[in-house]
Structures are given as C-alpha cells and as structure tokens.
C-alpha cells in the first residue's frame, strides 16, 4: 500500500530511535530535562527569536499564540481554508474564546486590499480585529508557499494598526526547501511562529512555538493549563532534534516525487491537476464529480493508494520520507486505473 494520506504518517528511521532511546531527559515542566532544552535552543536561533517552547502539537502551539495574542472577545483573520478554522475543531471559540474572520484566497495569500477592508473600526461595538495569521505552505490550497514579500507587505500593513501576526508554519521547512529562502528569514516578520516536527521532517511527535522570550514565558503557563506538560520530553525531543538535523536537507527530494507524480496525473488527462499549485511535497487534484470522495478514495484503495480530501471535489496527495520515485511513478498509475475503473469514469 503507497500511504498518500499525508506526511505526518512517517516513523522513526533506525537512527532516529537510536538517539531517541540514548537521549538524556529529566522532568521538564521543572524545565530540567536537557533534550528538550537543547532542543528548544536550537529551534530558536534557527528562527531568529528569543526563545521557544515545545509542545505536543501544532494545533496547541497555534491555540496558544491566539490565547496570548488576543482577548476574549476579539477578532482573528486568518485565510477561508486556513488549517486554524478548518481542521483545529473550533479550538479557538473554546479556548482564547475569539471569533475567526475568513478571507477567501486562490492559493493562501489573502489579497492585500481585502486584508485591508476587514480590519475592524475602534468603535467599541465592534470587535476587536488583534492578530492575523498567515499559513506557510498552505495545506489546503496544495503546499502552496507565501511569498517573503507578500509576508512583508502584510506585516507592515497590519502593524501600522497595532495588530499582532502569527505563522502556522507547520510545513514552513518545506517553504524554506522548495525557496532557498532561511527559516530566520521567514519567520522575521512574524511575532510568533509555529513549526512541527513530525510532518515533513519524519518526527514521531512534537512541534515548537517560538516568539520573545516573555511571551514564550507565558506560553509555557498556557502549556501546562492545556495539558501539554509532558515530564520526561526529551526522548521525544531527541527525534525533533535530530529530524532538523539530518532531514530538512531531503525535503526537495518529496518536491521532486509530488512534481513527477502530478505531471504523469496531468499527462493521462484522467484527473485535474493545476500544475502551478505543486510547490512543495503536496497535490492536490479534482477527481471525477459523478462520484463521492468516498467512492473514489475506495477505489484508489483497491488499487493500493491511499488519499485524503483537501478542498471540496479535491483528492490530496502528500509525499514524505518513505516515498520513492518509484513509488510516485506507480501511485500515479494506480490512480490512472481507478480513475478508468468501472463506476468512476
């Protein structure tokens, strides 16, 4: 079976649970296991800030950057099919208690006018517009990449408001490996940033918030209220550690597999595929519409592929570390046979 469903399906290398089952630990929501801080460390100079905290997840380190950022009450831009209001279960009417503004994108950079325009006025009935996030890549418009300029613009813009901005940068090393561009450089515009590990870069678990070192102070309160202090970390923190190491250098290569694997979808016309969206190590595709995504996902099955859904009519397919060329050669052929199976055309 060629898992196609995502790149957070990856385990551990054999080297990788090598250095997880040596790595030193201690507890740290004392701060005392030394794995986790050196972890911690490493994360925040790679990104240019003060400090940064790691959590389980990214769906935490992003709900606590809005529970900081914000007040009850206030209002959070963020894109129409952002990962924070699509897939995070409406974490943050739970719990920074915020209502989420959704601009629609082609491809997960919100235009700059409208950006504009959904600014709130200071009159005191209105809600507070406090924070804008930005996704990069984005998942749902295919691994796209935000341009550094376009970060830029709408840093500038909204700091001439007073407002806060934050990255979920879950796959920003994808980002960096598809543009040359640095992660500190990324990340420089930003307040906050949020990255993981076990997406891409094949981590069994983890991702870091990152930002001044009094907000990552508070952070770590927001941590422990959350549920995320996790003791002895450092075993996973070791994974981490080593997966910034040893694999963001390989990232191009599952660039590489999703390009070839698209263009040999594109070439058999079986299936739409707008080539401009492959960026990075997704692709995104509109299968057959007289089917269900259901119905056509159990036909790939068959065929020995698994898929996701990505936007409506849209299949997903993400490339990772135990994907080969090969393997993206015959996913896409599978896929061509489903497609021309019985009930789908």
Known sequence: ???????????????????????????????????????????????????????????????????????????????????????????????????????????GQIPLEELQRALRPREYYFPRTALLCLENTHNRHGGTVLPLSYIEQAAELVRRYGIALHCDGARLWNACAATGITPRQYAEPFDTVMVCFSKGLGAPVGSALVGSRAFIEEARRWRKILGGGMRQAGILAAAALYALRHHRERLQ?????????????????????????????????????????AAFAEACRREGVLLSQGLPGYARAVFHLHISRQQACEAAQRIIRAVRSPGVV
């Open 1 to 107: 079976m060629i898992d196609l469903r995502s790149d957070t399906v990856t385990q551990p290398t054999e080297e990788m649970r090598r250095i997880m089952a040596q790595a030193p630990v201690g507890d740290d929501v004392f701060g005392e296991d030394p794995s986790v801080n050196a972890l911690q460390e490493y994360v925040a100079e790679l990104l240019g800030k003060e400090a940064a905290l790691f959590v389980p997840s990214g769906v935490m380190g992003n709900q606590i950057a809005l529970a900081l950022h914000c007040r009850p009450g206030d209002e959070v831009i963020v894109e129409a099919a952002s990962h924070i209001f699509t897939y995070e279960t409406a974490a943050p009417a739970v719990i920074a208690r915020v209502q989420l503004c959704c601009l629609p994108s082609a491809m």
């Open 253 to 293: 290569e599952d660039h590489e597999h999703a390009r070839l694997f698209a263009t040999l979808l594109a070439d058999a016309a079986v299936v739409e595929v707008d080539l401009e969206r492959v960026q990075t190590n997704i692709v995104v595709f509109r299968y057959p519409q007289k089917i269900s995504f």
